[in-house]
């Protein structure tokens, strides 16, 4: 069975979203798509929080929020408990994020990168295990 990857995002990152939904289903990802299904204005934290419960109620893993910069959804997202959203840019922070944060999230800024960036960061976020060691410590504290 394959892993579900929950992803949402507003209307700014809905146009990046539209290509990692297929590109996760290129991968053999199962895809919870949790909106928005369109470019008309919504708000960004009612979209986190939906990703946000997906992920704390275990339909998801993981999940990807975006939205034009990826900094409103990562603050709105890190406001549910259990969630560690990351806001990305670019392969480095999504290994480091996964490695050193057990980063649930993904936090990506549909106005800011490439599609190509933004389907690396991805990748790299999905195969990047966490290192545990020193940082459980620390990820512990953040529960």
Not at 36 to 41: E, R, Y
Not at 138 to 143: E, G, I, N, P
């Amino acid at each position: 069975m394959a892993e579900t990857i929950a992803i949402a995002s507003d209307h700014a990152g809905f146009d990046l979203k539209t290509l990692l939904v297929a590109d996760l289903k290129t991968l053999g990802f199962d895809v919870l798509d949790l909106g928005t299904d369109g470019p008309a204005s919504v708000d960004y934290p009612d979209f986190a929080a939906t990703l946000a419960a997906a992920v704390i109620d275990g339909r998801s893993r993981r999940g990807v929020v975006i939205c034009g910069t990826g900094i409103g959804v990562s603050i709105a997202a890190n406001r549910h408990r259990g969630i560690r959203a990351a806001l990305c840019h670019d392969t480095t922070s999504a290994r480091l994020a996964r490695q050193h944060n057990d980063a649930n999230v993904l936090a990506l800024g549909g106005r800011l990168l490439g599609a190509e960036t933004a389907k690396d960061t991805l990748r790299v976020f999905l195969v990047t295990e966490f290192e545990g060691g020193r940082h459980a410590r620390r990820v512990q504290k953040l529960a």
